[in-house]
C-alpha cells in the first residue's frame, strides 16, 4: 500500500487548485518551453542519424495514443504531467516535428534531443542536438512567434512562459566516465565546474533572450539508475555505486549555488532548481513505500542495461505492468514514477507560475 506524504497530499491539493484555474478557459502561463536530453525528449531525436531513438516498440506503449512518439517511457514523461497540471490542452510539440507549425508553436516547443549534455561534446558523441545548437532553435522559433503575434506579445510570451531545462546525465554517464580522455583531464569535480560554466553561460543567454522563468532539474543519483549499475558496481553487486552518487550530490550543490549567484545578478529572474535526487533516491530506497515493486531492475528487457535500441519488441524479459517499476528502461523512469516526479516538481516550482 502506497504510504501518503504530506508532500504528495500538498501536491494533490495544488493539482486541483490549479485545474480549477486553467478550467476558466488558459493555461496558467503562456508558453512552456522545455531544453536537454533525453529525460524530456518528445521526439526530435526521431529526425536525427542516430542510434540513440525510441520511435518504436515497447516505447510509448503506454501513452494515450498507444504508439512510440520518441518519449524514452512507457508512457508520459514528468513534463507532460506538468503541461497537463498547468492547463495545456496539449503537449510542446518537438521542435523538429511536423507539428512544430503555425498556432501549435504558440504555446511552447520541445527542443530536447537524447543523448545531450551541458557539454557540447557529449552530444556530438552520438549525433544529438546540442544545448548551443537547441538554443539556435530556440532562437529560431522566437523568430517565427514574434512573426506570427508582433513584437510586444511575443515577449509577454517568452517572459511570461516557463522554460525547464533537464541536463547533465548523459555528460557523466554517456560521456565522462567511460572517455578516458576526460577521465585522465578532469576529476568529477573538474567536471561539474567545466559543466556549471556552461549552464551558467546557457541561463544568461536564455536571458538575453527574454526569459525570466527557469527550471532546472539536479542530477539524479546517478549510481542507482540501473544501466550504472550494470555498468560500474561491479559483477555480482546490485546496489548503488556510492561514489557516482557522491559526483551527483558535488554537482547539485555547484548546481544550487550557480543558481543563486545567477539569480542575484539577474534582474527580475525567477529561477528553480528541482530536486529530482531526493524524491527519486526515496523511490529506489524504498520502493513498497512508494507503490513500487521493483526498484533495481528497469521494466525493459532484463532491465539491466537496455536502453534506445537495445530496448525493442525482441527484448525477452519486458515487464507487462511498468507501474510496478521506478525504472522503465535502464536509464530513465517509469510514467509511474515520472507522475512521482511530477507532483514534487509541482509543489517546488509554484514561483514559476505566479
Known sequence: MMKISRLSVLASFLAIFLAGFSALGQPLVPALIIMGDSVVDVGNNNNLNTLVKANFPPYGRDFASHIPTGRFCNGKLATDFTADFLGFPSYPPAYLSREARGKNLL?????????????????????????????????????KVTSMVGRARANEIFAGGIHLLSAGSSDFIQNYYINPILN????????????????????????????????????PPLGC???????????????????????????NTKLNNTSMYLTNKLPDLKLVVFDIYNPLLAMISNPAGNGFFEARRACCGTGTVETSFLCNERSVGTCSNATNYVFWDGFHPSEAANQVLAND??????????
Open 184 to 219: 585522465r583531464v578532469y576529476t568529477p569535480d573538474q567536471f561539474s565546474d567545466r559543466l556549471m560554466n556552461s549552464y551558467a553561460t546557457l541561463v544568461q543567454n536564455l536571458y538575453g533572450l527574454g526569459a525570466r522563468k527557469i527550471g532546472v532539474t539536479t542530477l
Open 345 to 354: 516538481l509541482l509543489v517546488q516550482g509554484i514561483s514559476l507560475i505566479s
Open 225 to 251: 539508475l540501473p544501466a550504472a549499475i550494470t555498468l560500474f558496481a561491479g559483477a555480482g553487486n546490485n546496489t548503488c555505486v556510492e561514489r557516482l552518487n557522491r559526483d551527483a550530490v558535488s554537482f
Open 107 to 143: 504555446t511552447g516547443a520541445n527542443f530536447a534531443s537524447g543523448a545531450s549534455g551541458l557539454d557540447d561534446g557529449t552530444a556530438r558523441i552520438y549525433n544529438a542536438i546540442s544545448l548551443n545548437q537547441q538554443l539556435n532553435n530556440y532562437k529560431e522559433y522566437q523568430s
